[in-house]
């Protein structure tokens, strides 16, 4: 009990936002690793995949809910801060239960909102920063899309902490809004747009930082960047902090049920 109650001191608007600012890393690294690989479109063609047993649509469906199986006995979607893409009819988890801090409302648990992040990542995300092509490796660019998907959903997703943080350091000013269930009201009380700034500025560097070419010679910061950082810059700007203030307003509109 002592170290739930650690952890529960631990959750504050900054040790929140740094998990942010850490999961930055993981998603820009993500990207890396998927522009490696061209397009590869046989890999999201439904006429690719005749595997015996499986109805879905591309290969990469095959491979998300393959993983996601594995994955839900491994106990993974047991943690609040994880959300499958295809939850439905998923097993149960086969390992000791861990006791993850219970600091969310229980309503959190049927917000899910990768769908939306499933066609953004797959309609307008990756033509922007993968090149056309294709050169075979259809399974590798799966789980590379995999990766980037998890990611990205962990973090919009992170949105539940976010807004539950916010509420309790000011729950008078939440209340109305959450009572009259004004989405805008709630958006306008969760939004720094300082705070936004700053992430756009920071993950526009960091693809900057991670993506360029590492030499023994000083000319680094001529080579092109691996990801286009002014990519990057978008891709939070237009789809993940929009994402996980969504995510927010749902949860928030939830918060007093
Ligand atoms: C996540 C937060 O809430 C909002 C969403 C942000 C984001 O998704 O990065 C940033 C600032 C806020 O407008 C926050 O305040 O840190």
């Known amino acids: 009990a002592e170290s739930l109650d650690m952890k529960k001191a631990e959750f504050t608007l900054d040790s929140v ?43 990469v469906e ?3 809910k393959q993983t ?3 994955q839900a006995t491994a106990g993974r979607y047991e943690n609040p801060e994880e959300h499958a893409f295809f939850p439905d009819n998923l097993p149960r988890s086969l390992v000791p239960p861990y006791n993850y ?15 939306m992040i499933w ?10 920063f993968v090149a056309e092509g294709d050169d075979g490796n259809y399974a590798s660019t799966a789980s590379s899309d995999i990766d980037c998907l998890q990611a990205l959903s962990r973090r919009i997703h992170y949105g539940k902490f976010v807004a539950e943080v916010k509420f309790r350091d000011a729950p008078h000013d939440y209340e109305p809004a959450i009572r009259a269930k004004d989405r805008d009201g709630l958006m306008k009380l969760l939004t720094f747009e300082k705070v936004e700034e700053m992430v756009r500025r920071r993950v526009e560097k960091k693809a900057m930082v991670f993506g360029q070419e590492v030499n023994l010679h000083n000319d680094n910061s001529k080579g092109k960047c691996k990801v286009d950082p002014s990519v990057v810059s978008r ?6 902090m929009p994402l996980t203030k969504l995510v927010e307003v749902e949860y928030l509109l939830r918060r007093l049920d």
């Not at 891709?235 to 993940?240: G, I, K, P, Q, R």
Request: charged share 15%; with cysteine; aromatic share 12%.
């Open 235 to 240: 891709l939070y700007v237009e789809w993940v």
């Open 101 to 115: 801090s219970q600091v969310l409302h229980p309503a959190a648990s049927s917000i899910n909102i990768n769908k």
């Open 119 to 128: 066609d953004m990542y797959y309609n307008q995300l990756l033509p922007l």
């Open 68 to 70: 996601e199986t594995l």
């Open 62 to 64: 095959y491979i998300v």
């Open 17 to 59: 936002r740094d998990s942010l600012i850490r999961q930055e890393d993981t998603i820009v690294f993500c990207l890396i690793e998927r522009s490696k690989y061209p397009l590869n479109s046989p890999a999201y063609n439904q006429s690719y995949v005749s595997i015996p047993g499986f109805s879905g649509s591309s290969l």
